[in-house]
């Protein structure tokens, strides 16, 4: 299993551009697919997008594609998610999380950060 460590979330405005970090502890971190949630008040937690651990395949939700994007460092355990173009209805705490190799679920979770977009 990996900790994980989100950071980078904030206020902007609409229109307005963040990068969310997420770290990892973990000698496998490198072989996870690593994947960005977010949950907005009263709301269920939602999937942004996902990564394979090769960087190969990356997914998005419809509600992000075009405006996100999601990468990773496997030298620096870390995975990333680049949010351009950010609409009040971003505004969530993203989690960052991790799937094992043939795992179909992910496991691992962040505590998240606060991400507030301001119209």
């Known amino acids: 299993q990996v900790q994980l460590v989100e950071s980078g979330g904030g206020l902007v405005q609409a229109g307005g551009s963040l990068r969310l970090s997420c770290a990892a502890s973990?000698?496998?971190?490198?072989?996870?697919?690593m994947g960005w949630f977010r949950q907005a008040p009263g709301k269920e937690r939602e999937f942004v997008a996902r990564?394979?651990?090769?960087?190969?395949?990356?997914y998005y939700a419809d509600s992000v594609k075009g405006r996100f994007t999601i990468s990773r460092d496997n030298a620096k355990n870390t995975v990333y998610l680049q949010m351009n173009s950010l609409k009040a209805e971003d505004t969530a705490i993203y989690y960052c999380?991790?799937?094992?190799?043939?795992?179909?679920?992910?496991?691992?979770w962040g505590q998240g950060t606060q991400v507030t977009v301001s119209s």
């Open positions: 973990g000698r496998t971190f490198s072989t996870y697919t």
């Open positions: 999380a991790a799937r094992a190799p043939l795992s179909g679920k992910f496991s691992s």
């Open positions: 990564i394979t651990w090769s960087s190969e395949t990356t």
